[in-house]
């Protein structure tokens, strides 16, 4: 590079990142133990030390997924490659897959088992409201389907699906359940046994609360058995669960080097996850959420969501009459270093995204965001 | 987690890396400046300060690559990902593929081409062996193709692929060329635009020495050409450069959550590289290279590929008759804390694999290697 060029290297400065309260859809604020494990020097990824650990990152993955299920692992990219994993694995060309779709990342199930030649049927809802059992079952006797996709936390809307009963008509009709808690693994109950689910995934940097980069998924023996019986290969070969597996499993077959050190950090997450305890951790999240949800409709804000639907880990705010939402969400970046976000797809424009997650899920998080939100309301 | 149980919290101890000195086929030894990146506090995927990082390290890695294309950017997985992202973004099912195979990694290619619907041809030389343009040329003549993919730096064997003359050939027979950088960039001269590739991938863990999981990727316009004209949707969601270019570009569209740390540790990792000056770079790498193959050479032990064709990041090193790989390893690692590799596929048992990749490229490693194995060869 030539150093007298405006692209030398004395052009790339040293990395200065401005502090930010991370209260947005994720990334979440990293626990600083999780950024500690993250600078940990590396070993390599057939170590004797990082089997081991990767054995403890798949107990402590089944304990927060709350399953019995030997396939469970992070998959080496972000929430949406283990969406893809979770899709690619069962779908064979021909299949059909009904995917419920009430906000962005059903769409997105939808464009992606498209592309792995699903037949794609889809039932849909406003975007802010959940399915209900019967309608799944409806759905399902006039267009049978191998796999029902559906999103627990649509970060998308801030609704939270409910699980229980789902099992019991998709599997009555001989399909597989499969579930996205990218927004929901770590900060709301997902159950993955308890509620039959076959195929359920996460990303790393919402409610575990480690940086973005690793996708936990989870396979029960119903999805196992579509795996191993496929007749054709697994169109992905990054995201190939036959290869990872045996990388995983006892074998130790090289599929692909291991992100080591977001590896480290999510086993510090998940230590954290399980030092905090399941219960308390659902605990802290609901309370905090209760928190601003209460301050917010003190402030005269509505909440898009009604409340037996509401995600705790992320709550949708309707952007008042008159009130441009993004100069308020700069104003609280740049005078506050607080992030909110903005909607997606169908609420962009009507509703601001604030996210608890982990541990942004804090009180003083919350009164500080409400009182800052006050302020650049005042203004607006 | 039930603290009674023998799954319970107190089982799952601290992180207490041991401490390593990588000399295998990657990941290499981390710069300590990209570990400390790695544990800066995160900011959100859009952020205006990330989207200063990411200009930047676009900028960077085009000056690492060697190239003025736009579409220079790492997709958020390892080296792996990136040559699926590369294989993916320009194979429509039915093109017709050229691979050349010499190593694992040809291997590799054949195997993830033939499930985006690619009629893979090969081309095959003994592992350590190298291509001649006008091999490439005769095949094809009698087969032609829409891409020809090749390994600059096969990390199976140490064999170092010539580029000057590959780009001739591939060009006058309409085909793209397709090159893995993946043990080269950054250790070697990659030069894509002087080659005339027209897509070059790599990954961070080896001659950039930043930990795994991002691959660093380029498309040149012949390339870009090919994916926007592509009749059917590219196959792979996660990886399809439609949509990443879209948010690494000035639409800034939410694609996936980008693995901020791992962008962070990268944009450190090329500043590194551009202090140092690639020139300077490449001859530490040569230079320490030479001094390690003198010293096993001195020691009595034979290289598996000849010098003309020998990489200076991985050397390949016969293990002599009557001595088991596998234990020489093991006392390197449990009595000198180095790691270094065993052979893949039709070298396994038969070579060990030394990498003096970018950190891990230095005098000292070099002598306390050779030193090291002195000691275990002695007494096997």
């Given at each position: 590079?030539?150093?007298?060029?405006?692209?030398?290297?004395?052009?790339?400065?040293?990395?200065?990142?401005?502090?930010?309260?991370?209260?947005?859809?994720?990334?979440?604020?990293?626990?600083p133990r999780v950024l500690r494990a993250m600078a940990s020097p590396l070993v390599g990824h057939l170590d004797p030390y990082f089997l081991q650990i990767m054995e403890m990152t798949k107990k402590l993955l089944r304990y927060v997924f709350g399953t019995q299920n030997d396939l469970t692992v992070p998959v080496s990219g972000t929430g949406s490659a283990a969406m893809e994993a979770a899709l690619?694995?069962?779908i064979e060309p021909g299949d059909a897959v009904l995917i419920c779709i009430n906000g962005y990342f059903g769409l997105r199930l939808a464009d992606m088992a498209s592309r792995y030649g699903a037949q794609v049927r889809t039932i849909e809802k406003e975007w802010?409201?959940?399915?209900?059992?019967?309608?799944i079952q409806a759905a399902l006797k006039t267009n049978p389907a191998k796999v029902v996709a559906i999103?627990?936390?649509?970060?998308?809307?801030?609704?939270?699906?409910?699980?229980?009963?789902?099992?019991g008509v998709v599997h009555a009709a001989d399909a597989l359940l499969l579930v996205d808690a990218v927004t929901s693994l770590g900060g709301l109950p997902v159950e993955v046994d308890q509620n039959g689910i076959d195929i359920c995934y996460s990303g790393t940097q919402k409610c575990l609360s480690c940086p973005p980069g690793l996708g936990p998924i989870t396979f029960g023996p119903r999805a196992v058995e579509v795996?191993?019986?496929?007749?054709?290969?697994?169109?992905?070969?990054?995201?190939?669960?036959?290869m990872i597996q045996k990388y995983w499993g006892t074998e130790r077959t090289y599929h692909h080097t291991a992100p080591i050190s977001a590896n480290f950090a999510l086993y510090e997450g998940l230590r954290i996850v399980a030092e905090e305890g399941l219960p308390a951790?659902?605990?802290?999240?609901?309370?905090?959420?209760?928190?601003?949800?209460d301050g917010l409709q003190e402030m005269g804000l509505e909440l898009h969501v009604p409340e037996a639907h509401r995600l705790p880990s992320l709550t949708t705010v309707c952007?008042?009459?008159?009130?441009?939402?993004?100069?308020?969400?700069?104003?609280?970046?740049?005078?506050?270093?607080?992030?909110?976000?903005?909607?997606?797809?169908?609420?962009?424009?009507?509703?601001?995204?604030?996210?608890?997650?982990?541990?942004?899920s804090q009180p003083e998080n919350v009164v500080l965001l409400l009182a800052a939100l006050k302020e650049c309301l005042a203004g607006a």
């Open positions: 590079m030539d150093r007298n060029s405006p692209d030398s290297p004395e052009w790339f400065p040293e990395l200065q990142n401005p502090p930010r309260l991370l209260l947005g859809p994720g990334p979440s604020m990293v626990h690619a694995n069962v802010g409201e959940v399915f209900e059992p019967d309608e999103v627990h936390a649509e970060t998308s809307t801030g609704a939270r699906q409910p699980l229980a009963g789902l099992a795996l191993v019986g496929r007749k054709t290969q697994v169109a992905n070969w990054y995201l190939d669960m036959t951790r659902y605990a802290r999240h609901e309370r905090n959420a209760r928190r601003l949800w952007i008042p009459e008159g009130v441009d939402g993004d100069v308020v969400r700069r104003r609280l970046l740049d005078e506050y270093r607080i992030e909110i976000a903005g909607g997606l797809g169908a609420l962009k424009g009507k509703v601001w995204r604030i996210g608890l997650m982990g541990y942004s």
